[in-house]
């Protein structure tokens, strides 16, 4: 594992970018996206690769990291309206190749089941990205 330290987060959406436009163009076509503040700018510059330089998401599927149960999909608080707002709204990705675990589902856990299976049938997933809070976690954990 390299481990690269940027002092700035802008920095920090360029390095990451850079990556995930390099696993695009090089055949990637499943991405884990997260939200939250953390990857806010990774999304910003590949919006601006995409508009300016052409970078396409056509091929491209992406699972969500997670989501907060009982939200519908609609509410603005929702990763699965966050993520549209902030990334994939912006950029030529399907809307139906988005996909979150089914937060309203009368079986929860088998809901999540059928998430991962997915995941499984229509991965791996090539690239994920994850957040880091104020306190140091990765990944909403």
Do not use: W
Not at 6 to 19: F, L, S
Not at 55 to 77: I, K, M, N, R, W
Not at 99 to 114: C, K
């Amino acid at each position: 594992m390299e481990v690269v330290i940027r002092q700035h987060e802008q920095q920090c959406g360029v390095t990451a970018a850079d990556i995930i436009a390099d696993a695009v163009t090089s055949g990637a076509t499943t991405l884990g996206l997260a939200t939250g503040s953390s990857p806010v700018s990774v999304y910003r510059e590949l919006i601006r690769r995409h508009r300016k330089g052409g970078l396409t998401f056509a091929d491209v599927q992406a699972f969500l990291l997670d989501e907060y149960v009982g939200l519908p999909p609609s509410h603005p608080q929702s990763y699965a309206h966050v993520i549209r707002a902030e990334f994939t709204n912006h950029v030529d990705i399907d809307s139906h190749r988005v996909h979150s675990p089914n937060r309203i589902a009368e079986e929860i856990f088998a809901a999540a089941q059928a998430y991962d299976e997915l995941i499984a049938d229509t991965g791996p997933i090539d690239v994920q990205i994850l957040g880091i809070g104020a306190n140091g976690h990765i990944g909403f954990n």
